[in-house]
């Protein structure tokens, strides 16, 4: 099985394939059900036993029990062009969907990782100069050629665990051509791997250290210079924006929000992961994500719950940081706001391509289910990116991005953690990398 799963390359296959005797497939199918999935709908997970999918030419062409499926009137006429395998003792899910990445650095922050066991915060760090301003020479001085690698790389090792669609920011350059030269490097990695890449332009991550003094002419940076360039060459999907003491104030934000806008780029938000922030005057833009949100106040989460703007738990980053708290993920969740799950893979504060790993970390420190993880970093994730038509969920006509692992139960990829147990990442039908 391993052999046959251990499929290079990422290209669609020319045979159609037979997924057959699944033990578990999750399907993330909910009959009439539109839009991210909210309160108990996220539990709703489209379970079927004994399952079988069919693909075909990239995409899911019939999903059900392995007994319908091999009626299937499509499969008794190609059935000779099929390529089976049998999946007992497996569970297969759709991809993870992660909508929380920064690929894009030079090297660990080791550093930082020292200092923070020794006593140092978070904001301590930063103010010394480590943090996310220690990113920055590494990617200035680095090439494009580099950064692509880094980035694959990066995508590579995602996938190793089912990870098929990401999203990937800049940030870590800070000025005008190094942040151009983040966004060019994720698009040639894009370009390289079999996977969705949604390239996000980060520039307002902290101002850098030139600005520091003066940040509001880094912001008309941002706004005049950066973001115009970017929606001209269409270099990013998302503006982002981190929302802190210490990063970027709510006017400031505001004010980059409106930009990208006015540029015809879509944005999300990086807010209340180390202090309370009103999400309200934000609310106008029409952020496709709301990330941490460690410190939401409960009067924002009713308005959120009212909205099909994306709560994103990162808590791969409260976990490394130590914070000794995490995002009210169950009060979200029970006021009916749509919330997904993600990686924050960085050098600083979440070095995990694992996206078992965050799920272990939400079911056992957040209190989500199982199927409430699931659900939100596969078909919420892909919500949180705007690609909910496509990605998932495994549908009759959504593209076949798919994990496979050899275990019998879904709850047991949350329960394993610090292994992977992922056998097969598939991708527009074809079996990715190594398993």
Not at 3 to 11: D, T
Not at 341 to 354: C, E, F, V
Not at 367 to 391: C, D, F, Q, R, Y
Request: glycine share 8%.
């Amino acid at each position: 099985m391993a052999e046959r799963l251990a499929k290079s390359g990422g290209g669609v296959v020319s045979s159609p394939i037979l997924l057959h005797s699944i033990t578990q497939l999750v399907t993330m199918h909910l009959p009439a059900h539109f839009g991210p999935r909210r309160g108990k709908a996220l539990a709703e997970i489209g379970l079927i036993e004994d399952g079988a999918l069919l693909v075909s030419g990239g995409k899911i062409a019939s999903v059900g029990t392995t007994r319908d499926v091999q009626r299937d009137k499509w499969l008794k006429q190609h059935g000779k062009n099929v390529v089976e395998l049998d999946c007992r003792g497996k569970v297969v899910i759709p991809g993870f969907v992660d909508s929380h990445t920064h690929p894009v650095f030079a090297r660990p922050r080791l550093i930082d990782f020292e200092k923070r066991i020794q006593g140092a915060t978070y904001a301590e760090i930063g103010e010394a100069g480590g943090g996310i301003r220690a990113s920055i020479d590494g990617v200035r001085q680095a090439s494009r050629k580099d950064l692509t690698s880094i980035a694959l790389n990066a995508f590579r090792e995602m996938a190793a665990y089912g990870t098929t669609t990401i999203e990937a920011k800049s940030g870590y350059g800070l000025s005008q051509s190094s942040e151009i030269k983040s966004l060019e490097a994720i698009r040639d990695a894009a370009n390289q791997w079999p996977g969705t890449v949604v390239p996000t332009f980060l520039g307002a991550h902290v101002p850098p250290p030139e600005h520091k003094k003066d940040p509001d002419r880094y912001v008309e940076s941002i706004i005049e210079e950066m973001i115009p360039e970017i929606s001209r060459r269409k270099l990013a999907k998302y503006v982002d924006v981190f929302c802190e003491h210490g990063a970027f104030t709510p006017e400031q934000t505001e004010r980059i929000l409106e930009a990208a806008v006015a540029s015809q780029l879509e944005v999300r938000v990086h807010v209340c992961q180390l202090s309370p922030s009103s999400l309200q005057p934000l609310l106008r833009f029409r952020p496709a994500s709301f990330d941490h949100m460690d410190f939401v106040s409960d009067d924002d989460i009713q308005a959120l719950a009212k909205q099909d703007t994306v709560a994103t738990f990162v808590p791969g980053a409260n976990y490394f940081l130590a914070t000794r708290s995490y995002p009210p993920a169950r009060n979200l969740i029970d006021a009916g706001v749509p919330v997904a799950l993600a990686t924050d893979y960085n050098p600083g504060s979440s070095p995990t391509a694992s996206m078992p790993m965050i799920l272990s970390i939400a079911c056992t420190q957040m209190k989500m289910t199982p199927a409430e993880a699931l659900a939100a970093s596969t078909i919420n994730g892909a919500h949180a990116l705007g690609l909910a038509e496509t990605k998932g969920s495994l549908e009759p006509g959504k593209d076949a991005d798919l994990a496979i692992f050899q275990l019998e139960d879904y709850r047991e990829i949350a329960y394993w953690f610090g292994a992977n147990h992922c056998v097969g990442t598939m991708i527009s039908g074809a079996f990715a990398g190594e398993s």
